[in-house]
């Protein structure tokens, strides 16, 4: 299955996430906002510090632009939990862990030859569709301004 | 891997170089190439000797310009090591000091800083005011956030005339970029 496009419904997930939190979709969408749903391949994989750094040096502009950040990948919440102190990324990773993979296969970025999610960022509009579908190659990070692009986009056409 | 939504999109730097960035090399070159960095990333700290020879090997082409990204999440001292190169920039030294942290691994503490002021004759009481100084607070700030924009994705990003360069990093490569850089400059006249 493709990674989601734009337009259609974000399926609905719940999950451990690091800092002791559970943190379901819905839930986030019920405060308004926009939540960026950003998948990665793994924890303390080469390229990830890096991609998840820059979210969380860019949280204030997220902010800014009405959204909210969370990240998932299939590994375990002891693991993302160490991940995020590692980093001191505030913002929740989430373990989908168990069934392996079964958010990301939801969204269509689960890789089952690796068994990784691929590098896949959506951003989810209160209403719980989807207006921003991007799958990255695993090994190029992409970065943020994507995202506060199409954020601001977002803005624009509500105004 | 999935195709799906794949687009190639340039990154490009959203705020010009102007007056205000810390440059070396001619002005008027027809190559700039930006860095954004970080005093405490290992990865710039392994940068800093290849862009001294880069800037050695085309010396009158090339302006070097160093932006700050100071990824503060996990790394402690960045913020204030860029800093306190701002605050010698007050006092001229900007890049001695720039040249000093690179030099100086791991020596970011807030004694070390001053012991780098010191031993480049700074005026420490007016260096100590100018750490404080949250104008220069918002400068690193503001420059993080427009690199963000630009599509810094980590340290170092590099950006080649306005462009971000994903290429290999080793002197050969980047001198290469370096090259066509300039030819497609000289054929934008």
Redo the contacts between chains.
């Keep these: 299955m ?2 989601l ?1 734009v337009g259609t419904k974000a399926p609905d997930f719940e999950l451990e996430a690091s800092g002791e939190r559970t943190v379901g979709l819905s839930a986030m969408l019920k405060e308004g906002k926009n939540v960026v749903v950003a998948f990665y391949p793994a924890a303390f994989s080469p390229v990830c ?3 998840l ?2 979210f ?3 949280l ?2 997220f902010e800014r632009l009405d959204a909210q950040v969370i990240a998932i990948s299939v590994d375990n919440i002891w693991s993302v939990d160490a991940f995020a102190r ?5 913002f929740a990773l989430l373990a989908d862990f168990h069934p392996k993979g079964a958010v990301a296969e939801k969204y ?2 689960m ?1 089952s030859d690796l068994g990784l999610a ?1 590098r896949a960022l959506f951003i989810v509009d209160p209403q719980g569709v989807i207006r921003y ?3 990255s ?2 090994l ?7 995202l ?2 199409a954020l601001e986009q977002m803005r624009k056409k509500r105004a | ?7 190639q ?1 340039e ?1 490009r730097l959203r705020a010009p170089v102007s007056d205000d960035d810390w440059s070396r090399g001619p002005a008027d070159a027809p190559v700039t190439l930006v860095e954004y960095l970080d005093y405490e990333c290992p990865h710039c700290q392994a940068m800093h000797p290849v862009l001294e020879r880069l800037g050695h090997a085309h010396r009158d082409k090339l302006r070097l310009v160093v932006r700050h ?1 100071p ?4 790394h402690p001292h960045a913020t204030d090591a860029a800093l306190a190169a701002e605050a010698a920039g007050r006092q001229g030294k900007f890049w001695d000091v720039h040249d000093l942290l690179f030099g100086h691994p791991g020596r970011l503490a807030p004694e070390d800083l001053l012991n780098h002021a010191r031993q480049l004759g700074l005026d420490l009481r007016r260096f100590e005011d100018d750490l404080n100084d949250p104008q220069l607070t918002r400068k690193i700030e503001e420059q ?2 427009q690199g ?8 170092p990003t590099l950006f080649l005339n306005g462009v971000r360069y ?1 290429g290999p990093r080793d002197v050969e490569s980047l001198s290469q970029a370096v090259a066509e850089a300039g030819k497609a400059a000289d054929l934008r006249g």
């Design positions: 493709p990674a496009e510090g890096d991609e750094s820059v969380q040096e860019a204030d502009e590692a980093k001191g990324i505030t269509g970025v890789n691929e579908s991007y799958v190659p695993m190029e990070n992409p970065g943020a301004d994507r506060l692009d | 891997m999935s195709e799906a939504h794949q687009e999109q990154h990204f990824v503060a999440s996990s993080k956030r963000v924009r630009s599509g810094v994705n980590g340290t994903d």
